[in-house]
């Protein structure tokens, strides 16, 4: 399921408020729900209450809505090109089905997704704090490692319960990080034990005979090879963006402690192992998010993530959206961002560009004239650079620090004019020459010879 | 009123010609004060004059912003018909009446004893009159006065489209006068460059393909590039 449109009569900020998010015209995907959407504006134009709106569609349950949302519809695409339409009506959620059938009743709405979606995973949401929610619980834990509260499979398998649509919604702003992260690594985990257990037995049978020693190893290595590691995998995904870090995921297991059934393990890329609480917080936000996001499946999946920026440096942001949407290309991700560098990885009509209205309500900034249609929209982030795409996306009014650079600018540019005059007159070789030049070559280096480019 | 300011006609950052006040009742009311050198009643953004003077300099200066030259209206929205027979500004729809402009005291230390006067007001584009605020001013850049000239005090880099002072200018103290100026007015200022640059390169680029286009903003810039 993607969302394709989204209409809010009345929620704090937003009146009368409506959002298309499909393609435009001309476009080879015209009229689908857009792939990606990024979601941007002043802090307070409500990015993070238009996430909640989604995730309350998606998810079909009301309580991730504030409960003075009302009157909020929002229009889901289907396999086929169905629609559902849902409205938020003080709190309630009602579907219009493509059968005609208007449902509030949360068995009947089931029984309609279990049969078209069985196997779809319906949310994956990550909040700006991802690393602080989970530092939070570690801390009321009284641990600092996540992995002491990770289980292995046997663990699990104690544990009662069954598996329902909440299986299937990876929300890690919510108190049950832990337990979705062992639903994540579970084929990791399992293979582990797989792994450990051959290795058990290959030493058991070598203690019987050499010959029993060969048959078991040499299922082991039958085993192996049907059944790659899944870690290679993981690997093989994620060190690109590691690498950047020179770091990258450990692919085999030492069982040197039990938390080697529990959780990825990264190394330096000189295979020094760094434990989780040496971990960066650009290290942790990188794994914490993409690894459920290649590890689930994620066709038909919603995925929010709040500021993907959160403490990555500028190299890594120039990458982050591709990287993500690579690991998971048939979802339809929602991004909300502050950063320039993270706005250039979208087309224009994916940008959803917030703004206070001079009546205090928020619009939309529109980037076509006339119609809808790809060859109208004048502003494409792809093509600027990032002090443009400060000035035209996000508003900025200058392009650096005025105070300094717009007045060496001024000054520049007379001394410059004023070296033009002078060759003209064959005066540079004079003292005033030398002077004027000396004065314009310190100002260049100070504005790092941009000065010189032409706009 | 005969609807023909000279301002509408191309020319320079440009001298203002303020003579003609298309705010009759406005112009009456202000020359009472004028003639008893009384103090001003309180100048506010909410007085029925506000909008009446904005929309009568917007005519003498063009409908451009006084200083960065910005286009903010057209002619037909700041022109003789939007003013009654009393010389009312006749306030219409949202569309049609708000403007990205607003009145600047030029000298802003006037503005608690003769907030309303005439000489010392500008229509400015909204998006530089926050950063002038109440800094003090020079009158060398001036754009009414009798002596005002931008040939003079001003240069133009058409490569990187920011104004300077001339680099004819040998008195010091001239330089940093007017440099100090183009700071205050904003005429480099980011945003207004950035529209600067994409309006006037395209203008340009025509131009150097023989397609000359009428220009209706960033006047002195422009005629500066072709010189």
């Known amino acids: 399921m993607k969302i394709s449109y989204l209409e809010i009569r009345a929620y704090h900020q937003f009146k009368d408020f409506t959002l298309c998010l499909t393609y435009p015209k001309g476009h080879e995907k015209e009229g689908m729900p857009l792939d990606k959407v990024c979601l941007i504006g002043q802090s307070g134009t409500g990015k993070t209450s238009l996430l909640n709106i989604c995730r309350a569609f998606v998810t079909r349950d009301a309580s991730h809505a504030g409960s003075d949302m009302r009157h909020i519809m929002a229009v889901s695409y289907l396999k086929g090109g169905m629609k559902v339409i849902s409205t938020l009506r003080h709190g309630r959620l009602v579907h219009e089905y493509p059968d005609e059938r208007e449902s509030e009743n949360m068995a009947h709405q089931r029984e309609y997704w279990e049969e078209r979606y069985p196997d779809t995973n319906i949310l994956i949401s990550f909040p700006a704090e991802i690393n602080t929610n989970l530092n939070q619980i570690l801390q009321e834990k009284n641990s600092d490692n996540p992995m002491d509260y990770l289980k292995t499979d046997s663990e699990l398998a104690k544990e009662p319960g069954g598996k329902g649509a909440e299986d299937r919604i990876f929300d890690f702003e919510r108190n049950n990080v832990l337990e979705v992260w062992n639903r994540i690594l579970k084929d990791i985990n399992d293979y582990k034990v797989e792994d450990l257990k051959y290795g058990q037995r290959t030493t058991k049978a070598l203690n019987i005979s050499i010959e029993e020693g060969e048959r078991v190893f040499e299922e082991f290595r039958k085993w192996k090879k049907d059944c790659p590691n899944p870690l290679e995998n993981l690997a093989h995904q994620l060190n690109p963006i590691l690498n950047k870090f020179y770091l990258k995921i450990k692919k085999d297991f030492d069982f040197e402690s039990a938390d080697d059934l529990k959780f990825v393990k990264i190394t330096t890329l000189s295979g020094v192992e760094v434990p989780y609480n040496g971990w960066s917080t650009g290290t942790k936000q990188v794994i914490l998010t993409a690894t459920p996001i290649f590890k689930l499946d994620t066709k038909d999946t919603v995925i929010l993530i709040d500021e993907p920026e959160r403490s990555l440096y500028p190299d890594i942001q120039t990458g982050i959206v591709d990287d993500y949407t690579r690991l998971a290309p048939r979802a339809q991700f929602f991004f909300a961002t502050h950063s320039p560098i993270i706005a250039s990885s979208f087309e224009p009509w994916e940008i959803v560009e917030l703004r206070f209205g001079k009546d205090g309500h928020v619009y939309r900034e529109k980037y076509y004239e006339g119609e809808d249609h790809v060859r109208n929209y004048s502003i494409d982030p792809r093509f600027l650079r990032w002090d443009g795409i400060l000035m035209h996306i996000f508003d900025l009014k200058v392009e650096g620090n005025e105070a300094f650079r717009t007045k060496a600018l001024t000054k520049a540019c007379r001394l410059n004019a004023k070296l033009k005059k002078l060759r003209a007159e064959s005066r540079i070789e004079t003292e005033e020459g030398r002077k004027t030049l000396a004065e314009f070559e310190w100002l260049a280096q100070k504005l790092a010879w941009r000065f010189d480019e032409k706009s | ?227």
């Open chain 2, 1 to 227: 009123m005969n609807g023909s300011p000279k301002n509408w006609h191309g020319g320079l950052m440009r001298k203002v010609d303020k003579t003609e006040i298309l705010a009759n009742e406005y112009a009456s009311w202000i020359a009472e004060y004028e003639k008893i050198s009384r103090k001003h009643v309180g100048y506010s953004a909410s007085h029925k004059y506000y909008k009446d003077v904005l929309v009568s300099l917007l005519w003498c200066q063009g409908g451009v912003c006084a200083y960065t030259e910005i286009f903010i209206a057209n002619r037909e929205r700041c022109g003789p018909d939007n003013f009654d027979e009393q010389g009312r500004y006749m306030e219409r729809g949202k569309e049609e009446s708000g403007f990205a402009a607003q009145l600047d005291h030029f000298d802003s230390t006037l503005k608690a004893a003769e907030g309303w006067k005439w000489d010392n007001f500008f229509a400015v584009s909204d998006k530089i009159n926050v950063q002038k605020r109440n800094k003090s001013v020079d009158y060398i850049l001036k754009p009414d006065t009798p002596e005002y000239d931008p040939h003079r005090f001003l240069g133009y880099d058409r490569d990187r489209h920011i104004f300077h002072a001339n680099p004819d200018l040998e008195d010091e103290c001239i330089i940093e006068r007017v440099e100090e100026m183009i700071d205050l007015l904003g005429l480099n200022y980011g945003t207004i460059r950035d529209n600067r640059i994409r309006y006037l390169s395209l203008i340009l680029k025509r131009l150097s393909l023989d397609l000359e286009e009428p220009v209706y903003q960033f006047f002195t810039a422009y005629q500066m590039c072709r010189e």
